[in-house]
């Protein structure tokens, strides 16, 4: 393998691997005495579905849920912005109440996951990732001592993640691609990471974006396309993960209009005559206003 796990929140523990096919001893109820005990110690990273889950159960738009419910993060060395969920004080999660999970039917992965954690790998040299579990062990959850076992498959399928880590997958791949290329990439522009952060996170901004007038003469899309997406966060967000992919990455995905960059260069070249035509009439304006003031 070619890196350490990353683990996803605090812990003294060192993570036991899981290997495939394996059981757990795990079982986590309403009547447990550590009941919501997890939920008061959140430390938990949002992938680009866990928003659009979150901000649809809450009706509020991509952009309120990131500013009130979330706080941002690097995630790796070269600043690669993440979120987390926003907690009080205390590091409680803002959603557990004496009940429970208020927003559990759409609760983000790694808590559907817990007390799995998991990340894809790549070896040197294949083609494509694997999928790789740990198990984590903290004091505090009682889960471990209940008698239930139950297969690491089994546990993804009663905590619904699979549709969750469908969904991820170009955008996960995006990271790993990112963690394989190593230095060789290097910080990426202010101007990247925050196209990174729009295209994974912020569906409203990325919407506005890919409908503006500029990014359709720029690339060859149709009308159905932009239907789709005026209507649809899922496919907006996709699309986000392969236009990343293809800015980033150069992967070309996303078919390109002739000329472009051309037009773009020329498109540029009118708009900076233009406003150096406006700076010369305010120029002009207020040399003869100090002229008429002079005067009178
Ligand atoms: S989202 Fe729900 S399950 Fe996850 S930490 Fe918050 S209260 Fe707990
Ligand atoms: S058993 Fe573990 S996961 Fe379940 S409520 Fe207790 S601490 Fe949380």
Redesign the pocket.
């Known amino acids: 393998m070619s890196e350490k796990f990353d683990i996803p929140f605090k812990s003294s523990f060192v993570p036991a691997v899981l290997e495939p096919g394996a059981k757990i001893k795990f079982n986590c109820h309403k009547g447990i005495s550590c009941f919501n005990a997890?939920?008061k110690h959140?430390d938990?990273q949002l992938t680009p579905y866990d928003i659009l889950r979150l901000k649809d159960n809450l009706a509020i738009s991509a952009t309120a849920f990131l500013k009130n419910h979330t706080v941002p993060y690097e995630m790796d060395k070269d600043g690669i912005p993440g979120v987390k969920?926003r907690t009080d004080n205390d590091g409680a999660?803002l959603?557990?109440t004496d009940e429970g999970?208020?927003?559990?039917k759409d609760?983000?992965t790694a808590?559907r996951y817990y007390p799995i954690g998991h990340m894809a790998m790549r070896e040197a040299g294949a083609s494509d990732d694997e999928a790789h579990y740990f198990l984590i062990q903290e004091d505090h959850c009682k889960g471990h001592e209940e008698e239930r076992e139950v297969a690491v498959d089994d546990y993804r399928k009663e905590q619904e993640v699979e549709i969750y880590d469908q969904i991820n997958r170009e955008w996960l791949q995006l990271m790993l691609k990112k963690k394989s290329a190593g230095p060789t990439i290097g910080r990426p522009s202010d101007t990247s990471l925050q196209f990174f952060f729009m295209c994974s996170y912020d569906v409203d901004r990325l919407r506005r974006f890919v409908l503006t007038d500029s990014f359709k003469a720029s690339y060859d899309l149709d009308d159905k396309f932009y239907e789709t997406v005026e209507k649809e966060d899922l496919a907006l967000m996709q699309f986000g993960a392969r236009l990343l992919k293809q800015v980033l990455f150069g992967d070309i995905t996303i078919p390109v209009k002739e000329n472009a960059a051309e037009n773009r260069v020329e498109e540029r070249k009118e708009i900076l005559a233009l406003r150096r035509k406006a700076e010369i009439e305010v120029h002009k304006q207020k040399q003869e206003q100090q002229m008429k003031d002079a005067l009178s």
């Open positions: 997890c939920c959140a938990i969920l999660c959603f557990v999970c208020s927003v559990y609760r983000p808590c």
